[in-house]
C-alpha cells in the first residue's frame, strides 16, 4: 500500500460559507477536509493540517515551514509522496518554490479548488482525489513539483492561473501540461527535459518587488523601491523584453546601487532577447547590468530571483541555465 501525506495550508479547498454566504478561506481543518471529501481508501493518508490561511495570506515563513516538513517526510521514509493543498491565488508562486528548493526524487503535488466543497459542482473532491494519486504514480519520479488540477498535470515552472473563477483554473502556456488524469489513472505524454536548479535557501527573506512596464512608465516606482532599500526587483517588460526610455536612468541608477534586476516579458509565449538595440530594449537593459529573465513570468522570476539571493548565486548564470 502507497503512503501519501496530504499537507494541508487552507484556500478555498477547505472554505466554509459563514452566515452572510461568503467564503471564509482556510476555514477547514486537514482533518474536517478529509471527513467532507471521503478520500481514496486504498492509499494509507497522513493528514497534517499545517497552515489555515487564504493563499494571499501565506508568507515565505509558511513556505519554508512547509518545505522543511516535506524534506523531514521523504528524509525518514515516511511516505512515497506528498500533496499540499493550497489556495488557487498564489498556488503557481507555492509550487514553483518548492521546486526549487527541494532536492528528492519522489512526487510532490500541489493542488486546490476554485469552488468551496460546500458549492454545488465543486471540484475540490476530485481535484484531491487526483492529486492522491498523482503522487503514488511513479511515473512522477524525478519530476520535480508538479501541479494537479481539473484532470490535468502541469510543470511548477510554466504552470499559471488563467481564470478567476471557471474551474479549468490553471493552465501553462506554450509547452502545455504534461499529461492527464481519467478514471484515476494518470497519462504521463511528457516531461522537462532540464531539471530545475536545486537553490539552496539560508534564514534571510530578502525583499523583490515586481514592476510593469508600459507606455509612459517613468521612474516612479524605481525610486520607491531604492528608497525602500529592496534586494532585487523583477521588470515585467512587453515583447522581447523592452521598457518605456523614462525608466532607464533610474535602472541604471537601481544597479549602481547593488540591486539586481530582472527583465522578463508581459507576453505569455516566447522569451526577452536582445533583438533590438535602442534606448529601453533588452539589448540597452542587458549591457547595463540587468539579468535577462527567459522565458519566465514575472512572479516565477520573483520566486527564483529570492532563492537566489538566498543562496548568493550568481543570477546572470542561473537564469541562464534553466
Known amino acids: 500500500m502507497k503512503k501519501v501525506a496530504i499537507i494541508t495550508t487552507g484556500g478555498t479547498i477547505a472554505s466554509k460559507h459563514n452566515e452572510e454566504g461568503r467564503l471564509?478561506?482556510?476555514?477547514?481543518?486537514g482533518e474536517e477536509l478529509n471527513e467532507v471529501l471521503d478520500l481514496p481508501k486504498d492509499i494509507d493518508l497522513h493528514i497534517i493540517s499545517m497552515i489555515q490561511k487564504p493563499s494571499m495570506h501565506l508568507t515565505f515563513e509558511?513556505?519554508?515551514?512547509?518545505?522543511?516538513?516535506?524534506?523531514?517526510?521523504f528524509e525518514t521514509n515516511s511516505v512515497d509522496g506528498v500533496v499540499v493543498t493550497h489556495g488557487t491565488d498564489s498556488l503557481e508562486e507555492t509550487a514553483y518554490y518548492l521546486d526549487l528548493t527541494i532536492d528528492n526524487t519522489n512526487p510532490i503535488v500541489v493542488t486546490g479548488s476554485q469552488r468551496s466543497p460546500e458549492e454545488l459542482g465543486s471540484d475540490a473532491f476530485i481535484n484531491l482525489r487526483h492529486a492522491i494519486y498523482s503522487a503514488c504514480d511513479e511515473q512522477l519520479l524525478d519530476v520535480g513539483t508538479i501541479v494537479v488540477f481539473n484532470e490535468r498535470v502541469f510543470a511548477a515552472?510554466?504552470?499559471?492561473?488563467?481564470?478567476?473563477?471557471?474551474?479549468?483554473?490553471?493552465?501553462?502556456?506554450?509547452?502545455?501540461?504534461?499529461?492527464?488524469?481519467?478514471?484515476?489513472?494518470?497519462?504521463?505524454?511528457?516531461k522537462?527535459?532540464?531539471?530545475?536548479?536545486?537553490?539552496?535557501?539560508?534564514?534571510?527573506?530578502?525583499?523583490?518587488?515586481?514592476?510593469?512596464?508600459?507606455?509612459?512608465?517613468?521612474?516612479?516606482?524605481?525610486?520607491a523601491c531604492m528608497e525602500a532599500n529592496v534586494d532585487g526587483i523583477i521588470i515585467e517588460g512587453v515583447g522581447r523584453g523592452q521598457v518605456s526610455p523614462k525608466m532607464m536612468p533610474k535602472i541604471q541608477e537601481a544597479i549602481k546601487k547593488g540591486i539586481r534586476i530582472v527583465i522578463t516579458t508581459a507576453a505569455e509565449e516566447g522569451a526577452v532577447y536582445t533583438t533590438y538595440d535602442y534606448l529601453g530594449s533588452a539589448?540597452?537593459?542587458?549591457?547595463?547590468?540587468?539579468?535577462?529573465?527567459k522565458d519566465y513570468d514575472s512572479k516565477k522570476a520573483r520566486i527564483k530571483l529570492i532563492c537566489l539571493i538566498r543562496a548568493n548565486e550568481d543570477i546572470n548564470k542561473v537564469f541562464d541555465y534553466y
Open 192 to 223: 522537462p527535459i532540464k531539471k530545475c536548479k536545486l537553490i539552496p535557501v539560508s534564514e534571510s527573506f530578502p525583499k523583490v518587488e515586481i514592476i510593469k512596464a508600459y507606455l509612459g512608465a517613468d521612474e516612479f516606482f524605481i525610486n
Open 283 to 293: 539589448y540597452d537593459l542587458s549591457e547595463s547590468g540587468v539579468t535577462l529573465g
Open 62 to 73: 509558511d513556505l519554508d515551514k512547509i518545505r522543511v516538513k516535506i524534506n523531514e517526510l
Open 24 to 29: 471564509n478561506s482556510g476555514a477547514m481543518t
Open 157 to 190: 515552472q510554466y504552470v499559471k492561473k488563467e481564470h478567476a473563477s471557471n474551474i479549468q483554473g490553471f493552465n501553462a502556456f506554450g509547452f502545455g501540461y504534461l499529461g492527464i488524469i481519467d478514471n484515476d489513472k494518470l497519462h504521463l505524454y511528457q
